[in-house]
């Protein structure tokens, strides 16, 4: 029977109920029935301004050698460049062309339309594509600006066609610009009607989670015949900026999973049954919709099925109901260990510890007052702090017996934060005299977590290790192991091993409990960061690593101090177990990262931070039939804050039996983690050249199978070296890979570095992997003049340059920088105005290199530069304070070849520039051999 609807008020639907032969009137939000599926929505894009122009300052026009005056946006308010000493400054399209690139109207907003393909490569000198929301001129993108552009770019030809058009590019022709490297991957353009919801956020944005491909093959043959890697990155935890929408939460405890699968229901499913039952897009069962799942809690009346949450989007929250819980959420528990050894008093770590954690304490969560603490010191023997409430002071308990280390006072070292606050504070004041005259040089950390281990593993939390020597008593004491002799040889790989089986015992026993393990390591000789980097690897931590810290340099002070207050001040996910599902013909094949695998499919996570990057490998085990699959990665959780939740990240995406369509839907940032990890692993358990070569082959094949598949035969196709549009930057990425610390070529980098270097690959998120891989390089003395300046979309930033140092010139300042270093070249000819402006020195002979705190001086370009410097510290995730080196041109040569290690597109000793590698390449992929 029709129901009278037009006879209804606003808001209300009537629904035939055939068992008791009546109407139902029912109150909903969007006066949808509960299974009606909701009318489609325009997406609207938008215009963004153009900042405004800022006047610039002229700088010693008399001068044969000067600044070179700064690009010109076209325009009567802009001023004339101006030459000196004949050279004329280049604006925007003069040095594009003059470099190689195709001009590009900065002016000119760009967008993606509707049912094209958003990434193919224009022709040569014709305009690259833009983005929604573009920024002003001279404005560099920030990953915070792209994620906020990924609801509508995610979702972007969701009912289009579905054809993917690759867009082949001459890898030798077509020198990449770094600024694409922050270009969203190609958009998912899933098929009509595969979503319930029209909502743009019905996949998941790709800073939680995306694949190497926006397009899935069907077969596994398909898949080997392209040589794609097939993995999913995920973020589950990423830090949000203050323009950012938090992460829906249900909090009906209502939660809908597949009786089979155990899949969450998400935007994919359908409703049949006349919407009592939905049919899971994973595995295809039906199952029941749950009691209340149409019952608003809150206002107590039929609710609005379309409305829910997880219907609408696919990153979301669930509070979760008793049965997810194997016993009641405990409260936030960490357990600081200080080294206290004469290096760790003499280089000021313990005084810059003591007082950065009491400048933190009102930023550790404590929302409800749950959080407990305790702090252990250590040197050969261990010092157990016990405080009570209504007491100021703190009692020092002392075991010089570290062989059977047990706790003194169980109940009194791990106390309530805002109980024993006074005694804390007290202890931390003076913690620094009561060691000051401390002349042991010995190190107890493995009795020192065992002691942790033993105050906190009934609850389970953090433990935080800050030490600044090798161990060297007790379990876990090691040996400096560090030979120059075998650096640079096959033999090296061997240093990168834990050199004792204790550290990666304790860590399992460790995730058993709910516990995590970061590590501070600050020492100014070997400390076997290889070995010790273990326990946070396996525990879901992160090691933090100071070489040659002496707090008595306010920069390693305050790199410190930052950093471990931000790690102080971060929200943890507490006793976390992950699962990532996949639909039927996905099995998740391996996994990389900083977890415990505890059975084939579940990682353990103790306490998960905010901004670590996983990377699961794929295989596709069967015929996969489906016009897209869900891949889903559910993490249960206890927050900071003492409540269990489940977050839930889905994704989408559509199948193809076309190869041309994965090339075309490849997703190079996404590549460029899945290689980073894969090469930490062979190198560990290989040597670092298998690491190098088989990253190679790796590239070497996907651009074989390029050519093989889409290319025509012919002369023509040898004498270039091809590959889609959306993937043209991979090879560079791979190249700063080759190049970077971690498996780089060389006989001259220390053991710890590489191994601290390695555990950035594995687990930095891609806004901070791709410029680790593929550092910033500024021109700044001819930056526009808007350039530092506050725009519409906050600070503008100068316009990368290539990584090549043909770009330096002998008058100009520069800005090289990779998310843990950033670095200052002056040319050895800078003008005395130059100087002035930014050190307030007088010439460029009084300049010392090495590291330095910027001076800000009371003139516009000096303010322009630090805001340029505080930029770059603040803008990306991460908790990272990056130290300022100043590199003169003709200055210490181990700092300048530090600094143009940086520029990767050079030729560097054994290793190649981007030119030759791509030769090298092309020979590799037409047969004809050749080595790197």
């Not at 927050?639 to 090339?663: M, Q, S, Y």
Request: aromatic residues 8%; contains cysteine.
């Amino acid at each position: 029977m029709d129901a009278p609807n037009e006879q209804l008020p606003p808001g209300w639907t009537a629904e035939w109920d055939a068992n008791h032969q009546r109407y139902l009137f029912i109150e909903t939000a969007s006066g949808h029935t509960q299974w009606e599926p909701p009318a489609s929505q325009q997406n609207v894009e938008q215009q963004a301004p153009r900042a405004a122009p800022s006047k610039r300052r002229q700088y010693a026009a008399d001068q044969a050698q000067s600044y070179n005056s700064a690009p010109q946006m076209p325009g009567p308010e802009m001023q004339q460049p101006q030459s000196y000493g004949g050279q004329q400054g280049y604006g925007d399209q003069q040095f594009q062309q003059s470099a190689g690139y195709p001009a590009v109207d900065a002016s000119a907003p760009q967008y993606f339309t509707p049912g094209e393909p958003a990434y193919n490569a224009p022709g040569p000198g014709a305009q690259q594509p833009g983005y929604p929301q573009q920024p002003a001129y001279g404005q560099q993108p920030s990953f915070g600006q792209v994620d906020a552009l990924a609801g509508q770019l995610n979702q972007i030809n969701m009912a289009g066609p579905r054809g993917y058009m690759p867009q082949t590019v001459n890898l030798l022709n077509t020198p990449p610009l770094p600024v694409e490297l922050e270009n969203p991957p190609p958009p998912i353009q899933l098929p009509p009607n595969a979503s319930l919801s029209p909502s743009p956020t019905a996949n998941a944005d790709f800073s939680y989670q995306r694949c190497t491909m926006s397009i899935i093959p069907t077969t596994n043959a398909l898949l080997s015949k392209a040589k794609m890697p097939l993995a999913l990155v995920v973020n589950p935890y990423p830090s949000l900026g203050d323009d950012e929408p938090p992460i829906p939460l249900v909090t009906d405890t209502v939660i809908a999973r597949c009786k089979r699968c155990r899949m969450y229901i998400n935007p994919f499913v359908q409703f049949i049954d006349g919407g009592n039952r939905w049919r899971c897009c994973m595995c295809g069962m039906a199952n029941e919709v749950p009691q209340g799942f149409d019952w608003d809690d809150l206002n107590n009346r039929p609710g609005d099925r379309w409305s829910r949450p997880e219907l609408n989007h696919g990153v979301v929250e669930y509070i979760a109901p008793s049965e997810y819980m194997a016993r009641a959420p405990q409260p936030p528990a960490y357990v600081f260990l200080i080294d206290v050894s004469y290096s760790a008093v003499q280089s000021g770590m313990v005084a810059t510890a003591a007082r950065t954690l009491l400048e933190s304490l009102d930023r550790i969560p404590n929302q409800d007052d749950r959080t407990k603490v305790a702090i252990i010191c250590f040197d050969v023997s261990l010092y157990f702090f016990s405080m009570v409430a209504d007491n100021t002071e703190a009692n020092m308990l002392v075991m010089s017996d570290i062989d059977d280390v047990f706790l003194p006072a169980p109940s009194d070292l791990l106390v309530n934060l805002a109980e024993v606050r006074p005694a804390l504070e007290a202890l931390l004041e003076k913690l620094e005299h009561i060691f000051h005259e401390n002349t042991i040089v010995g190190n107890a950390t493995g009795p020192a977590l065992q002691a942790g281990f033993k105050l906190v593993s009934p609850t389970g939390g953090k433990i935080m290790v800050l030490s600044a020597s090798l161990p060297s008593v007790g379990e876990g004491a090691l040996k400096n192991r560090e030979d120059s002799k075998i650096l640079g040889t096959s033999k090296e790989s061997s240093l990168l091993q834990a050199a004792s089986p204790f550290y990666k015992t304790f860590a399992i026993e460790c995730s058993r409990a709910h516990v995590s393990v970061d590590m501070f390591l600050l020492s100014s000789a070997y400390q076997d960061v290889a070995t010790l980097a273990g326990l946070p690897h396996y525990t879901t931590g992160q090691t933090y690593y100071y070489p040659g810290f002496n707090a008595g340099r306010s920069e390693d002070a305050i790199k410190f101090a930052s950093e471990f207050g931000k790690v102080l001040a971060m929200p943890i996910m507490l006793e976390a177990i992950t699962r990532v599902r996949g639909s039927r013909g996905i099995r998740m094949a391996s996994f990389h990262g900083n977890f415990f695998v505890r059975t084939t499919d579940l990682l353990a996570m103790p306490a998960v931070p905010q901004d670590q990057s996983y990377t699961i490998e794929m295989e596709i085990d069967e015929t996969i039939t489906s016009p897209f699959i869900v891949l889903q990665t559910a993490i249960l959780h206890t927050t900071c804050f003492g409540e269990r939740r489940v977050r839930v990240l889905t994704t989408a995406l559509p199948t193809t039996t076309n190869i041309a369509d994965l090339f075309a839907s490849g997703d190079q940032v996404a590549l460029a983690t899945f290689f980073a990890n894969k090469a930490v692993e062979r190198c560990i358990t290989h040597k670092l050249e298998d690491s190098r070569e088989y990253i190679n082959q790796k590239l070497v094949d996907l651009l074989t199978g390029y050519k093989n598949s889409i290319m025509t035969a012919g002369a023509s196709a040898s004498a270039q070296l091809a590959i889609t549009d959306n993937m043209k930057s991979l090879p560079l990425l791979v190249l700063g890979l080759i190049k970077n610390v971690a498996i780089r070529q060389s006989s001259q980098i220390p053991p710890d570095l590489r191994a601290y270097a390695q555990a950035l690959l594995t687990s930095l998120p891609a806004p901070l992997l791709i410029p680790y891989l593929h550092p910033y390089f500024y021109s700044l003395h001819d930056m526009h003049p808007n350039a530092g300046t506050v725009g519409e979309h906050g600070l503008i930033m100068p316009q990368p340059q290539p990584l090549t140092s043909e770009k330096l010139s002998r008058h100009g300042l520069f800005l090289i920088e990779d998310g843990q270093t950033i670095f200052l070249w002056l040319g050895r000819d800078a003008v005395p105005q130059l100087m002035t402006d930014v050190f307030d020195l007088p010439s460029y002979d009084a300049l010392r290199g090495g590291k330095i705190t910027l001076p800000l001086l009371e003139n516009p370009f000096s303010q322009r530069l630090n805001a340029i410097v505080q930029k770059i510290r603040e803008s990306r995730r991460g908790v990272y304070h990056p130290h300022l080196y100043i590199v003169k041109d003709d200055g210490e040569p181990a700092l300048r070849l530090w600094a143009l290690s940086a520029l990767i597109q050079d030729r560097a000793d054994v290793l190649p520039s981007y030119q030759q590698y791509l030769g090298t390449l092309r020979d590799k992929v037409n047969g004809s051999g050749g080595g790197y």
